[in-house]
């Protein structure tokens, strides 16, 4: 089995390994630029895996930056039967999308 971690970003956990592309929420990095997280819930080398409490000390995940852009459209539409009364509110999110450079 490959190395592999588990990162928390935006809110969210995402399991990982070297070459993934992956979408996060925005982070403040120029594209082409490299970042490290080190918000690593669980790291495994293939062989043995260390879970952290919340975080793993010491590990880290290398980041290479591709792009910028705005996800899906999410709308929200509610209404009441026979009131007229509607209402919609839409939402786009704006992620990141990386490419897993290495974890340590």
């Given at each position: 089995m490959e190395a592999y971690a588990i990162i928390a970003t935006g809110g969210k956990q995402t399991l990982v390994q070297v070459g993934d592309k992956i979408e996060i929420e925005k982070i403040a990095v120029e594209a082409g630029q490299e970042t490290v997280l080190d918000t690593v819930c669980?790291?495994?080398d293939g062989t043995t895996l260390k879970v952290g409490a919340p975080y793993?000390?010491?590990a880290?995940?290398?980041l290479v930056v591709d792009a910028h852009k705005r996800g899906?459209?999410?709308?929200n539409f509610k209404a009441k039967?026979?009131?007229?009364?509607r209402r919609m509110v839409g939402h786009r999110q704006e992620l990141t999308v990386a490419t897993v450079k290495a974890i340590a």
């Open positions: 669980a790291v495994s793993v000390e010491g880290k995940v290398t899906k459209k999410v709308v039967r026979r009131k007229g009364s």
